[in-house]
């Protein structure tokens, strides 16, 4: 079965930061692409950033490009997002997901992955 577990999750204050992280089992995860995702109470999942097989394609939401910064590493199966000067818009639970072997990053984007994590609390308050 596969798992996506998060961690790195917390209270921060704004404009600081905070590394997440994704360990991934059950799947080839150097065949996947991932990406991370997030909801705040009463909106939409909404998409953060995805990242390529290989690394060499990476997405970002209009919302957090520049301050976010998706990677992985494959021989570990992980997949972190540091996030850093963070805003109380940014406060959501956040959520790592995976792709098939035989999708795009770019398609992960706007489908639903294949799998998901449990997601990773992030608060974002003074």
């Known amino acids: 079965q596969v798992q996506l577990v998060e961690r790195g999750g917390g209270l921060v204050q704004p404009g600081g930061s905070l590394r997440l992280s994704c360990a991934a089992s059950?799947?080839?995860?150097?065949?996947?692409?991932m990406g991370w995702f997030r909801q705040a109470p009463g909106k939409e999942r909404e998409f953060v950033a995805t990242?390529?097989?290989?690394?060499?394609?990476?997405y970002y939401a209009d919302s957090v490009k520049g301050r976010f910064t998706i990677s992985r590493d494959n021989a570990k199966a992980t997949v972190f997002l540091e996030m850093n000067s963070l805003r109380p818009e940014d406060a959501a639970v956040y959520y790592c997901?995976?792709?098939?072997?035989?999708?795009?990053?770019?398609?992960?984007?706007?489908?639903?992955?294949?799998?998901w994590g449990q997601g990773t609390q992030v608060t974002v308050s003074s």
């Open positions: 990242i390529s097989r290989s690394s060499g394609n990476r």
């Open positions: 059950g799947l080839i995860f150097s065949s996947s692409p």
């Open positions: 997901a995976g792709g098939r072997s035989t999708e795009t990053s770019l398609y992960l984007k706007t489908h639903e992955p294949a799998y």
